[in-house]
């Protein structure tokens, strides 16, 4: 195979966070050491500043949802690494409302860790953090996995939400009640083809064999604990929609759902992917009032796609609908 297009000295994290500050200068500002990312305008309403932040390969998450109405700050690690904690520090302090700084967090040890010392040392300088972490894998959710599920997919859907929850100028202790459940409201799973492309070999980062898929494949390129025969598009999102029914806490009807790719699918594909998804939840007794399709939360260029349900509660309705404009998302506002 090619080689990825990559930079003389192999990292291609301080060229393209360079790179997407130049191109969208207009909603955020870059400060490379350490490196975090600040959006330039906010809702004079909030009081309470939305941080969040991970390894690089999941472009748009979390840099492309940075502005009014989203997240205020974004720590970015290296490629599938988690950041470090004096880069979550710094842009904490950048984002910090009167009421202090909510950090959203998916569900890796890494990610917990580092933003838990930032967490720490933010308090020490008087400013008051809460977390939510977003946790709503199914693939990980097993006796036997003893971190449990990972943050996945649903985490645009509670960037999201959060932003416009916080626009409403709600406080810290609300906002982190809201994100949590959010969160516990959230469920995805996702399949591959093809694994995605190593930045050092220029190879698939693991191998399947012709007419098998990976079940329950993770957004770093980890395996699924199982390789199916590939079935039909058909069976495989009914199976999918299934799996993510049954997963799914008791509530309302409505839910949000998002069809996203994994970095090597197209949209050709996902928008055929969002049709079997919107008539296999009817065939369910679900309606979706809202929906994401595209490339949100993509493991690198992986061939592969991940679905995301999330139960909506009446009242969740017009966090969701709130103005927002970032560079990879805009809600009721021309950017």
């Known amino acids: ?173 609300e906002l982190a009640a809201l994100g949590a459940e959010f969160a516990a409201a959230s469920r995805s799973l996702a399949v591959a083809s093809r694994a995605q492309t190593s930045l050092h070999t220029g190879e698939p980062s693991f191998a399947l064999d012709a007419g098998e898929l990976e079940y329950g494949v993770g957004i770093h390129g980890e395996r699924a604990q199982k390789s199916i025969d590939r079935p039909s598009t058909e069976a495989l999102v009914s199976r999918l929609l299934d799996e993510l029914v049954a997963g799914l806490p008791a509530g309302p009807s409505e839910v949000i759902a998002v069809v996203n790719g994994l970095g090597g699918t197209t949209l050709l594909e996902l928008y055929g992917l969002h049709d079997l998804v919107l008539d296999g939840l009817a065939q369910r007794g679900l309606t979706v009032s809202a929906a994401l399709v595209g490339t949100f939360v993509p493991a690198l260029d992986m061939t592969g796609f991940s679905l995301t349900l999330t139960r909506l509660q009446p009242s969740w309705s017009a966090y969701w609908t709130a103005p927002a404009v970032t560079p990879a998302l805009t809600v009721g506002a021309q950017p």
């Open 1 to 173: 195979m090619a080689p990825p297009f990559l930079p003389a000295d192999g990292d291609p994290v301080p060229p393209a966070l360079r790179g997407f500050a130049r191109a969208h200068a207009d909603l955020v500002e870059l400060v490379e050491k350490p490196a975090h990312l600040v959006a330039r305008d906010r809702d004079p309403a909030r009081r309470v500043g939305l941080v969040s932040g991970g390894g690089s390969g999941h472009e748009p998450l979390h840099a492309g949802f940075l502005g009014r109405g989203m997240l205020d700050a974004v720590a970015p690690g290296k490629v599938f690494a988690s950041p470090h904690n004096l880069q979550v520090l710094e842009a904490s302090r950048r984002a910090a409302g009167p009421e202090g700084v909510l950090h959203v967090v998916k569900n890796y040890t890494g990610d917990r860790i580092n933003f838990g010392i930032a967490a720490e040392r933010l308090r020490l300088e008087g400013v008051e953090v809460r977390r939510v972490l977003v946790d709503d894998d199914l693939a990980t959710e097993s006796d036997e996995t003893a971190t449990g599920r990972r943050g996945t997919g649903a985490t645009v859907v509670v960037e999201k939400l959060l932003g416009g929850a916080a626009d409403t100028g709600l406080g810290l202790d």
